[in-house]
């Protein structure tokens, strides 16, 4: 019953383009089905992506239920940063590390980049072009999560900055 559920709400929404992940494609292709049974000539677009882990160890997908698997748009930079500080991210494991996958399909998309800034004793800033080369890093240990952290905290921060200033500023949103 709930997959009917979520596919009427593309419709009671009446959304164009339906992203969500791999785990609702199913919904999504009974919403396109629903079109032919009903000779509806729009059809809903369908943009299914990678879904993310959970940032606990052991969280195999994030979740609305659990607020602490994710980052959500509507979170604080105080929230990200808690969430990210206490994200699963053993040194030199690059496997189930949600950290890394983050960096690897938000982070580095967005920005073309993943920017390090340490200490000198610590190795000094380091700019990251490919995962390949943050992977490399990381697994041979010249990259720590301690370093790590709060560059991805950074990073999303700023990504997130305008949704929260629209939010803030828009009292229709």
């Known amino acids: 019953f ?7 709400d593309i419709f009671f929404l009446k959304a164009d383009i339906c992203q969500l992940g791999m ?6 292709m009974l919403a396109r089905e ?9 059809k ?13 160890q052991g969280q195999e997908k994030m979740s609305k239920s659990d607020p602490s698997s994710a980052i959500f748009m509507e979170d604080s930079e105080a929230d990200v940063k808690t969430k990210i500080k206490k994200a699963f991210c053993p040194p030199q494991q690059v496997e189930g590390n949600p950290c890394l996958e983050y960096i690897e399909y938000v982070v580095l998309p967005w920005f073309g980049h993943f920017q ?3 200490k000198e004793d610590n190795g000094g800033d380091k700019k990251y072009e490919t995962y ?3 992977v490399e890093d990381y697994s041979s240990g010249a990259l720590h999560p301690g370093d790590l952290k709060p560059a991805l905290t950074k990073h999303l921060n700023t ?10 500023n828009n009292s229709q949103a």
């Open 116 to 118: 390090v800034h340490r």
């Open 132 to 134: 390949e080369a943050l």
């Open 159 to 168: 990504i997130l900055q305008p949704v929260r200033d629209h939010f803030k």
């Open 2 to 8: 709930y997959p009917c559920m979520q596919c009427a």
């Open 44 to 56: 809903p677009i369908i943009l299914s992506h990678h879904m993310l882990s959970g940032l606990l």
């Open 34 to 42: 629903y079109c032919d049974v009903k000779k509806k000539k729009l």
């Open 23 to 28: 785990d609702q494609r199913k919904v999504n």
